[in-house]
């Protein structure tokens, strides 16, 4: 069974500009949570998608969205980019909900690097 | 203060040595994950445990829900062992609380 991927891997943006990036998940699971990992913050929960609805979110601004599609592929947008959202962008998928005890896995990540 | 907290930082061994990695938590939780995190990013999760122990080869997990405390034990440390290990606990909403990592270091 294939594992999470995540498109691109890497990635330069400027500040203001937008960026999408994308997470498929393993086959068969309906859950996909984004994560943010920079150095100083560690690992953040950004939001969790399940059947196509947004079911949790953490304390990111606005500019940081999300979607799921039917086949449960995600994608996340974020806006006016600032020099502070470099990070590396982890998704993991999951079958059920992953606060409800469920083993998540780990796509490789995107590296973005706004300049 | 941090929903959770793992010691040490940073950790350096010689191969062979028994490790241990300690993390509290303060939010209630269901179950508490143990994440490895090597060298460029990709992380892979190794536990998922309620209560009581749990092995896996060389690694082993325990969690004290009432004291809110787990540790990650790993026996017979082995260079390939070098990497961050997080531990993860689901809060209210079922968002996740992630600890800082240690950066585990394991010397020939």
């Known amino acids: 069974k294939a594992g999470v991927t995540q498109t691109p891997r890497y990635l330069i943006k400027t500040r203001g500009q937008q960026v999408t990036l994308s997470c498929s998940p393993i086959?068969?699971?309906?859950?996909v949570s984004w994560y943010q990992q920079t150095p100083g913050q560690g690992l953040q929960f950004l939001f969790e998608?399940?059947?196509?609805?947004?079911?949790n979110k953490g304390n990111f601004p606005g500019r940081f969205s999300g979607r799921q599609f039917s086949n449960s592929r995600s994608e996340m947008n974020v806006s006016t980019l600032e020099l502070g959202d470099s990070a590396l962008y982890l998704c993991?998928?999951?079958?059920?909900?992953?606060?409800?005890?469920?083993?998540?896995?780990f796509g490789p990540g995107t590296r973005l690097l706004v300049l | 203060k941090n929903e959770v907290e793992q010691s040490p930082q940073n950790l350096t061994a010689q191969e062979g040595e028994f490790i241990t990695i300690n993390c509290s938590y303060s939010?209630?939780?269901?179950?508490l994950h143990w994440l490895q995190q090597h060298p460029g990013g990709g992380i892979v999760s190794l536990f998922m445990?309620?209560?009581g122990k749990k092995k896996h080869g060389r690694l082993i997990a325990t969690i004290n829900i009432q004291e809110k405390h787990s540790s990650l034990h790993i026996t017979a440390s082995h260079p390939r062992d070098s990497a961050v290990y997080i531990c993860?606990?689901?809060?209210?909403?079922?968002?996740?609380?992630f600890g800082t990592g240690t950066s585990l270091t394991v010397i020939p």
């Open positions: 993991a998928s999951s079958l059920g909900l992953a606060g409800g005890g469920e083993t998540q896995y």
């Open positions: 086959s068969g699971h309906r859950s």
């Open positions: 998608y399940f059947s196509e609805t947004q079911r």
């Open positions: 939010v209630g939780v269901s179950a």
């Open positions: 445990l309620s209560s």
């Open positions: 993860a606990v689901p809060g209210t909403g079922n968002q996740f609380y």
